[in-house]
């Protein structure tokens, strides 16, 4: 048998406004610190869509709005203010998306496997899952920090292809942002991007292989995509 079909075709999903919906932990953290400093907080709507570059980003996002601008040695302890504050509410009101669930049931049922990608730190990444219930489905939970390399450098696609078992011939990056579908195409991997995520652009922008509304049609975009990339 041809070796790399032994490989269990995988699926690598981004986090943030892609398998859960963070926005209002990470803004309410975000706020939280804002707060302390005796700063201004962000309004939801407008900080929601600073979300996808990294919570030291929307952390200098939140000071910026607030004009305030800190030397590195502040920021560093701000933003491990921020880490903090963030585990202890790491699901307060994070919530998976709806058919997060069915659809790693139906494709788990058909011999894929899965694993996640973000540019969300490691250990917060897994308290969150753990925290939401499914931790335990993915052969590798991969944060900003797991490697040398984050997205939207490729080889963070590809290092946790590798970390999952999986063969980047096999595999489909599922994500919500212009970082996660530039990441896929710089690994070479297809991508099928979401629209409920955190995107400042409509993700047609940036051209991804496939777009789902909803995790329901994952199934059949895969489909779309497996028989033209012959990943499963
Ligand atoms: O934590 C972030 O800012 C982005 O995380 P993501 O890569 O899971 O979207
Ligand atoms: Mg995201």
Redesign the pocket.
């Known amino acids: 048998m041809n070796k790399s079909l032994a490989i269990p075709p995988l699926l690598v999903f981004?986090?943030?406004?892609?398998?859960a919906d963070?926005a209002a932990d990470?803004v309410s953290t975000l706020n939280a610190i804002l707060t302390q400093e005796g700063l201004a907080a962000v309004s939801f709507k407008d900080a929601r869509a600073m979300?996808?570059?990294?919570?030291k980003?929307?952390l200098q996002r939140g000071l910026k709005a607030n004009d305030v601008v800190v030397e590195e040695e502040r920021l560093d302890q701000l933003f491990a203010d921020y880490l903090d504050h963030y585990e202890a509410h790491i699901a307060d009101e994070s919530v998976l998306y709806p058919g997060v669930t069915a659809a790693l049931d139906r494709f788990e049922a058909a011999g894929w496997n899965f694993a996640?990608?973000?540019?969300?730190?490691e250990a917060p990444?897994r308290l969150l899952l753990t925290a939401l219930g499914i931790a335990d489905r993915f052969k590798a939970i991969c944060g900003?920090d797991t490697f040398a390399v984050s997205?939207p450098e490729g080889d963070a696609l590809l290092q946790t292809i590798a970390k999952a078992g999986g063969d980047p011939r096999r595999a489909i990056m599922v994500?919500?942002?212009k970082?996660?579908i530039d990441t896929a195409h710089n690994a070479k991997v297809p991508v099928v991007a979401v629209t409920f995520?955190?995107t400042d652009l409509p993700v047609e922008t940036f051209e991804p292989d496939r777009i789902i509304g909803h995790f329901d049609a994952l199934w059949d975009a895969v489909e779309e995509i497996s028989a033209v990339f012959h990943v499963a």
Not at 14 to 19: I, K, Y
Not at 51 to 55: I, L, M, N, Y
């Open positions: 981004d986090l943030d406004g892609t398998l963070t990470l979300v996808g570059a990294g919570a980003a929307l996640v990608c973000t540019n969300k730190f990444s900003k997205k994500g919500d942002s970082t996660d995520g955190y």
